[in-house]
């Protein structure tokens, strides 16, 4: 990553494309709202959705996970659930948001079904999305905290819904892609007025000199080209039991709650919780 074009040479097209585009409109803000986000699938960010969902019911939250990933949505398929109503039965107005809300027992969270391969959702229109927007600030105020696993990329309906939240969360890998693609996330966010909200996850780090490496190399792109620094707000380990827990539909803290990957989620919910309290208050204040 010696220069922009090496980072942003598979996100060209989109760049290109959003480059002269106005930030979003502003709006309402949720207070408890954190989004996850990844540049590129394939990076753990909805095992991260639901590992954080968990570990903050754990500490005493009130949690709801909101499968945000319109179209390709699997948080109840990694959690073995067979959800009753979705999201396709508010996109078609048969049901508020909130009515579409069930408990997941084993995590002691709730959760908002998304419908896989619904291509209806992932195209929704403008108005649509931001009516689910809103409804979804709405049931925020009977919550600890909200989180959105986001779809990965960073089309129309990722940047809206993350826009709309307190925090959001960058998971990466040291893949070259991986980090090419948050790079372009963070660029197009900075674009929105977004930057200040975003921190960064290192997922799958070998040891955590490595996981600092990649932190940096992500870092010093942002600084010499977008003067920014987004924060690291943690790193998880390389961990078999994480395959493992995901492939039996069960979360790590069940199966696996020794394991390294479950030890470093729950420094960084602690840290996340910290984090969010913060932003909270500046949010209030201002």
Known sequence: MQNEKTMTDSNTTTISNNRNKPAMPSFRRGKNIVAIASGKGGVGKTWFSVTLAHCMSKMGRKVLLFDGD?????????????????????????????????????????????????????????????????????????????????????DRTVRMLSASATKTLLITTDEPTSLTDAYAFIKLGNAAGMSKNISVIVNQVSNTDEGQKTYKTLLRACENFLRLKPPLSGMIRQDKKVKDSIRHQSPILTKHPNSDAAEDMEKITRRVLKELSVAAQMIASG
Do not use: C, T, W
């Not at 408990?103 to 619904?118: K, L, M, N, V």
């Not at 009516?131 to 925020?140: I, N």
């Open 70 to 154: 319109l179209g390709l949505a699997n948080v109840d398929v990694q959690l073995g659930l067979m959800a009753k109503r979705d999201l396709n039965d508010v996109i078609r107005g048969r049901l508020s948001l909130s009515k579409v809300i069930q408990h997941y027992e084993d995590g002691g969270f709730d959760i908002i079904a998304g419908r896989s391969g619904q291509a209806s959702l992932s195209a929704l229109p403008s108005q649509r999305l931001s009516l689910l927007r809103d409804q979804l600030l709405e049931v925020a105020d009977d919550y600890d905290v909200v989180l959105i696993d986001l779809g990965a990329g960073v």
